[in-house]
T-cell receptor, first 112, second 112 residues
Framework: QKEVEQNSGPLSVPEGAIASLNCTYSDRGSQSFFWYRQYSGKSPELIMFIYSNGDKEDGRFTAQLNKASQYVSLLIRDSQPSDSATYLCAVSPSGGYQKVTFGTGTKLQVIP | DGGITQSPKYLFRKEGQNVTLSCEQNLNHDAMYWYRQDPGQGLRLIYYSQIVNDFQKGDIAEGYSVSREKKESFPLTVTSAQKNPTAFYLC???????????FGPGTRLLVL
């Protein structure tokens, strides 16, 4: 079992719809969870982080964490063609400098 | 202008040659990381350093070496022992007050 699992996609949604991206992780000691967006040929950029169970909203983005189910998700409301990218889920076991484990990413395509 | 810089943007390696990728940060971050990304793949950790003059192997350290003589700098050497070095190399750093990890723009290494 991979440490962090994501569906590779592509996930296709029409413009204006809600895109739902999912991630599961295996280490129950994980404490910090991140979502990065990566455009083709570019480096990842952080878009959301979440530490506590529940929802965290930032603009059009909502991160959801359920530690009991070892599940973290990212919702993108009012999806735009500029949201088309690969979304990487990343998990860190605790605070400090311990290594971060990345999923392989989900490719999102927003259709105009 | 704070951030992480990587150079060069593109690097060509001949067979049997060692090459060094530069990573510099002015964010005053203690922790620095090197990742490798292959097409359609996630990020794989090569080495990371939590403090000056100390570093740890990641998941795929064979064929690579690093040094951490200064807080700001974490260069990666791809040695001739790395038989399949063609990839996108990403440097990242992580601060103390937040647990988020920030990435440089990356170096694309190609073999001639």
């Amino acid at each position: 079992q991979k440490e962090v699992e994501q569906n590779s996609g592509p996930l296709s949604v029409p413009e204006g719809a809600i895109a739902s991206l999912n991630c599961t992780y295996s280490d129950r000691g994980s404490q910090s969870f991140f979502w990065y967006r990566q455009y083709s040929g570019k480096s990842p950029e952080l878009i959301m982080f979440i530490y506590s169970n529940g929802d965290k909203e930032d603009g059009r983005f909502t991160a959801q964490l359920n530690k009991a189910s070892q599940y973290v998700s990212l919702l993108i409301r009012d999806s735009q063609p500029s949201d088309s990218a690969t979304y990487l889920c990343a998990v860190s076991p605790s605070g400090g400098y311990q290594k971060v484990t990345f999923g392989t990413g989900t490719k999102l395509q927003v259709i105009p | 202008d704070g951030g992480i810089t990587q150079s060069p943007k593109y690097l060509f390696r001949k067979e049997g040659q060692n090459v060094t990728l530069s990573c510099e940060q002015n964010l005053n971050h203690d922790a620095m990381y090197w990742y490798r990304q292959d097409p359609g793949q996630g990020l794989r950790l090569i080495y990371y350093s939590q403090i000056v003059n100390d570093f740890q192997k990641g998941d795929i350290a064979e064929g690579y070496s690093v040094s951490r003589e200064k807080k700001e700098s974490f260069p990666l050497t791809v040695t001739s022992a790395q038989k399949n070095p063609t990839a996108f190399y990403l440097c990242a750093s992580r601060g103390t007050s937040k647990e988020t990890q920030y990435f440089g723009p990356g170096t694309r290494l190609l073999v001639l």
